[in-house]
């Protein structure tokens, strides 16, 4: 009998046959017509066309972040390799990447221009 680490690190065959390889909570919060229809129909490269919100695109920035403050290696999303991170980032350097990205991002509703104006007002509370 496979161990509960043995079968999380194993991908079920037909996810691999659609380029699944992992569960974002985005994935698991949306409803399974909705889930099917993005991750069994549409390309990867047409989910990546489908509108984003600041959740998603905070999720991204700070992975990315944390990535470059504490990883010797970083996944490359474009190749999906790891590679030596060269660009070794302090605290207090992702802070101000982070303020950059905020103010980068470009919502696209009205509840998303609330979340993300809020969260711009709080973007200085990161401490160390």
């Excluded at 046959?17 to 490269?45: E, F, M, R």
């Excluded at 969260?119 to 509370?125: E, V």
């Amino acid at each position: 009998m496979k161990t509960l680490d043995e079968i999380l690190e194993t991908t079920p065959q037909a996810f691999a046959d659609l380029g699944i390889d992992h569960y974002s909570p985005t994935q698991l919060n949306c409803s399974l017509a909705s889930w099917a229809y993005k991750y069994a129909v549409l390309s990867s490269a047409e989910r990546g066309k489908l509108k984003t919100n600041i959740k998603m695109y905070l999720g991204t920035t700070i992975g990315d972040l944390c990535q470059l403050c504490f990883c010797d290696e970083v996944y490359t999303y474009n190749t999906g390799e790891l590679v030596d991170n060269k660009k070794k980032t302090s605290f207090d350097e992702a802070n101000e990447m982070l303020a950059e990205m905020l103010n980068k991002y470009d919502s696209w509703d009205q509840k998303d221009i609330g979340i993300s104006a809020s969260t711009l007002t709080s973007k200085q509370t990161c401490t160390s």
